[in-house]
């Protein structure tokens, strides 16, 4: 069945640091791919998504890359913020197209 | 502020009791999902709805059940409850439930059975 692995955290990373988490998924087709986060007490937010290889989802100064050819979905971002500190989940729409599927999550900590 | 509202925002209850979970969409969104996530098992999906009708299940046990309503607020039902069904129930709302909609999620419900 469908399946997402992220690598494991926790991450931690001094201010301005470069910020990659990985992801890779197993799927038949295309499915849609996204990156949620989730802040201390809260519920989960869309981060970013991409619906077809090869599209570039960001927001925030966050980046995604759909590489069909890798099955891969990585996050980066250039220069973290104390306030990026959270957990990230990479998440894909199944093949039957019914839910989310989500990785076990990576917890990210940065300091100042 | 997601626009999906959960009540309550905790819930303490003993093993063997029966609570309810109570989930508002945003407005206008059909879709209703609820997810469960738990330290061992992580996020995984229970069911879905859209418009009233039960569109899809997941990794829901028997001892649980849900529903939709006519104005399309969603309850999850949880029976017999054991120690191990302690986690944060999460439901989330989109406008259809299409492979690419962005599904937004209310701040949850965590439970703890004792």
């Known amino acids: 069945g469908d399946s997402v692995t992220q690598m494991e955290g926790p991450v931690t990373l001094s201010e301005e640091a470069f910020l990659t988490i990985n992801c890779t998924y197993t799927?038949?087709?295309?499915?849609?791919l996204f990156w949620y986060v989730q802040y201390p007490g809260e519920g989960l937010q869309l981060l970013l998504k991409?619906?077809?290889?090869?599209d570039k989802g960001s927001n925030k100064g966050f980046e995604a890359t759909y590489r069909k050819e890798t099955t891969s979905f990585h996050l980066e971002k250039g220069s973290v913020q104390v306030s990026d500190s959270a957990v990230y989940f990479c998440?894909?729409?199944?093949?039957?197209?019914?839910?989310?599927?989500f990785g076990k999550g990576t917890t990210l900590s940065v300091s100042s | 502020d997601s626009g999906v509202t959960q009540t309550p925002k905790h819930l303490i209850t003993a093993t063997g009791q029966r609570v309810t979970l109570r989930c508002s969409p945003r407005?206008?969104?059909?879709?209703v999902y609820w997810y469960q996530q738990s330290l061992d098992q992580g996020l995984q999906f229970l069911i879905q709805?859209?418009?009233?009708?039960?569109?899809a299940k997941g990794n829901i046990l028997e001892r649980f059940s849900a529903q939709q309503f006519p104005d399309l607020h969603s309850e999850l039902n949880l029976s017999s409850l054991e120690l191990g069904d302690s986690a944060l129930y999460f439901c989330?709302?989109?406008?259809?439930?299409?492979?690419?909609?962005?599904?937004?999620f209310g701040p949850g419900t965590r439970l703890t059975v004792l």
């Open positions: 989330a709302s989109t406008v259809v439930g299409g492979r690419a909609d962005t599904q937004y």
């Open positions: 799927a038949t087709g295309y499915p849609s």
């Open positions: 991409a619906t077809k290889a090869d």
């Open positions: 998440a894909l729409f199944n093949q039957a197209g019914t839910a989310l599927i």
């Open positions: 407005s206008g969104d059909l879709s």
């Open positions: 709805y859209y418009n009233g009708e039960e569109r």
